[in-house]
């Protein structure tokens, strides 16, 4: 059993439909298949999603929305006409129309895309159609609810043979429609392949897998043939654009891969994603590098030198109660280093020290801003013992500072902060040296 989730520019007209039917019927195990909304067709097109936000808002503004819901609608008959299909899509977009002019929530409005989608998809594919209303929930909260959904949606899937399944929204309570805030149908697609218990899931998309570095900082860096879950959450950490946590946990925790892979260069292998470490064949201990901007060093120290932990304590407990956010350095008995994005903490500083100072213990604070992290992620660097060396000397050739350099004891990333000024020119420098 395979789960195929296809994002937006998959299955943006008829053509990428056609290379969607060819993909899931090359390989019988796809059974479950995931679609998003259609993305766009060219540089300046609009993605239906945004067409569907922009007709909530013309409601909510008293505007009319006509000619914006007309385009709409116009972008599923060029697709239902052209692939000859035998769906009436005309009752679907008077209920839409009448829930919209009655005033239907952003939400509702914006899952309508996703929702003709899958009728289209499944009445293209000759699968079943199943609505994510009636199997993905959220709570009283607004928050989803894993385990319910988990429960019904398996009992549901145990009486389908093939289903498509329309991402990005589930419902509420009360029955009316909530979407998901972000990447919502690369979610779905991981909710349904825990649910079914699939031996894959794959996500299709409009780029063969991940790379190992920026291509707007590393000139065609190589692509990631296999990663972990946690390498990944450590990229991502550092500025990464590959998939959030929230559209991996579901498939990750029941121990399940994900295969990035691209409708339109569908012989690639992309990336494969899985919670185990593998030996990589071309180079054992690098996954990636990735950087980001924003950063401060926070440097606490206690001004009694006293051999206990409890400082240390405090502002790690404290640091989580104000929700902000870092990356752990070394510390010892009186002295604790943080590196926090500056402008989640500068909103929250006040608050943070007075917080600390009610344990009565006297403590000094400085902070060092413009800091670039960058980290280096691969299983087996900690094994490596001239992994730091080259590091810094690396950089050193390029003339840049190590503000900081952090390599946990675990065996998975090694964190270096240098000046935000020139953090592109430090990732290029550790690529080369490793790559």
């Known amino acids: 059993m395979i789960v195929a989730k296809f994002g937006g520019s998959s299955l943006a007209d008829a053509a990428q439909f056609q290379k969607v039917k060819d993909i899931v019927f090359a390989d019988s195990r796809r059974m479950l298949i995931i679609p998003s909304a259609p993305g766009r067709r060219f540089d300046k097109d609009e993605k239906v999603t945004d067409l569907l936000y922009r007709c909530y808002n013309q409601q909510m503004a008293g505007e009319s929305f006509q000619k914006t819901f007309e385009e709409i609608q116009q972008r599923y008959y060029d697709i239902a006409s052209q692939l000859h299909l035998s769906l009436e ?8 129309h009448k829930q919209m002019e009655a005033g239907a929530s952003a939400d509702y409005c914006a899952s309508r895309g996703e929702f003709l989608n899958g009728l289209l998809l499944s009445n293209y594919l000759g699968y079943e159609f199943l609505d994510a209303a009636e199997v993905i929930f959220f709570d009283e909260l607004g928050e989803f609810d894993a385990e319910k959904t988990n429960d019904i949606l398996k009992q549901r899937l145990e009486s389908l043979d093939k289903a498509v399944i329309p991402g990005f929204y589930g419902s509420n309570p009360d029955g009316s ?8 149908s690369d979610i779905t697609g991981a909710i349904v392949a825990r649910a079914a218990q699939a031996e894959l899931y794959e996500n299709w998309t409009d780029v063969s897998g991940f790379l190992m570095a920026d291509p707007r900082i590393v000139t065609d860096p190589r692509p990631i ?19 959030h946590e929230d559209c991996v946990f579901p498939v990750s925790s029941a121990g399940i891969p994900t295969n990035i892979r691209n409708t339109n260069l569908p012989q690639h292998p992309g990336t494969m994603i899985t919670c185990n470490a593998l030996q990589r064949e071309d180079f054992a201990i690098f996954a990636g590098v990735s950087g980001k901007k924003g950063f401060s060093i926070l440097v606490l120290e206690k001004e009694q030198t006293d051999h206990t932990w409890s400082f240390v304590q405090e502002v790690l407990y404290v640091a989580k109660k104000y929700g902000i956010k870092f990356q752990y350095l070394p510390s010892g008995a009186h002295c604790v280093c943080l590196l926090v994005e500056t402008r989640q903490f500068l909103e929250k500083q006040d608050a943070f020290e007075n917080e600390i100072r009610k344990s009565n213990v006297p403590f000094s604070m400085t902070i060092q801003t413009d800091i670039a992290g960058i980290v280096l992620v691969g299983y087996g660097i900690i094994h490596n013992r001239l992994a730091v060396n080259r590091i810094y000397k690396a950089l050193q050739r390029q003339n840049i500072d190590v503000v900081m350099i952090n390599q946990g004891s675990g065996e998975l990333s090694t964190w270096v902060g240098v000046p935000e000024n020139q953090m592109e020119e430090a990732i290029c420098a550790i690529y080369e040296e490793f790559l």
């Open 177 to 184: 429609i909530r979407a998901f805030s972000r990447g919502g």
């Open 89 to 96: 899509l005309k009752p679907y977009f008077q209920e839409i």
């Open 225 to 243: 043939s296999h990663i972990t879950y946690h390498e990944m959450h450590e990229l991502c950490c550092a500025g990464a654009t590959v998939l």
